[in-house]
């Protein structure tokens, strides 16, 4: 199982990953693959030369050398790049990154003011971009460096988020759990008849005032009506 999947909470889903683009990879294992390069150059000027004896011998440990520690330069960056991942989930966006000493860092979806997208013409052409998330905090994800489609992780998080503000707000009734399933030989447990008036859990001033700002968000974009607003206002200040 991934690492990031075994740090998420209850209820919590992954809804899209993505690496950094392969010019990062390319970029960070250059020396892996410069030592590769001039081993080869050796050998071609050495076959060339047609030397022998101890200088030919010379030759053939700095070859040996430069193919082994730049092999090994290119496979940990490789792990780097593999394992530096960008997640959205229903609640977050998590940055984790390390092969061996894991870092995983994630900012609210609920703390999300915005995310600028900066592209080039290479990003354009290659499909890359940065991408700065700026939140409500100080701390958390600040720029995702050249992330590869950074438009469809930009447009997938603030989807996530208008998700979840629609099931803060009410707008949209938070998903049930699962029923528990019985077990063999019993007959299933009895579920309770729902109540003609559902009961209200009771609202403390800050948590109303975080639901009626969100609720005005969704009504000055256009996702409810202002009669819709004002009815949930008032179910609201009912619990107080």
């Not at 030369?49 to 520690?69: C, K, M, N, P, Q």
């Not at 460096?145 to 989807?159: I, N, P, S, T, V």
């Not at 998903?175 to 008036?197: F, H, I, V």
């Not at 009771?202 to 969100?214: G, I, K, N, Q, V």
């Amino acid at each position: 199982m991934p690492y990031i999947d075994g740090k998420l909470a209850s209820g919590e889903r992954v809804l899209r990953r993505e690496h950094q683009h392969w010019f990062v990879l390319v970029a960070d294992a250059r020396y892996g693959i410069l030592a590769i390069a001039a081993a080869i150059l050796l050998l071609i000027l050495r076959a060339a030369a047609r030397t022998s004896g101890d200088f030919d011998r010379v030759i053939g440990f700095v070859v040996l050398a430069l193919v082994l520690g730049g092999l090994v330069y290119l496979a940990w960056q490789i792990l780097r790049w593999v394992n530096e991942e960008f997640v959205v989930t229903t609640r977050r966006v998590l940055q984790m990154e390390g092969v061996l000493n894991k870092q995983l860092v994630d900012s609210s979806l609920e703390k999300i003011n915005d995310a600028v997208l900066t592209q080039s013409i290479f990003g354009r052409i290659f499909g890359f971009g940065d991408l700065d998330i700026l939140t409500a905090s100080e701390s958390g994800i600040s720029r995702l460096r050249m992330l590869k489609d950074a438009d469809g992780f930009k447009r997938a998080m603030l989807d996530a988020k208008h998700e979840l503000e629609l099931e803060l707000s009410g707008a949209r009734p938070l998903p049930s759990p699962p029923l528990r399933a019985s077990a063999p030989g019993q007959a299933p447990a009895p579920t309770s008849a729902p109540s003609a008036e559902p009961r209200h859990s009771e609202m403390t001033p800050d948590e109303l005032t975080r639901t009626l700002a969100s609720l005005a968000d969704l009504r000055d974009r256009g996702a409810i009506s202002p009669e819709e607003y004002e009815a949930k206002k008032a179910d609201l200040l009912r619990r107080l």
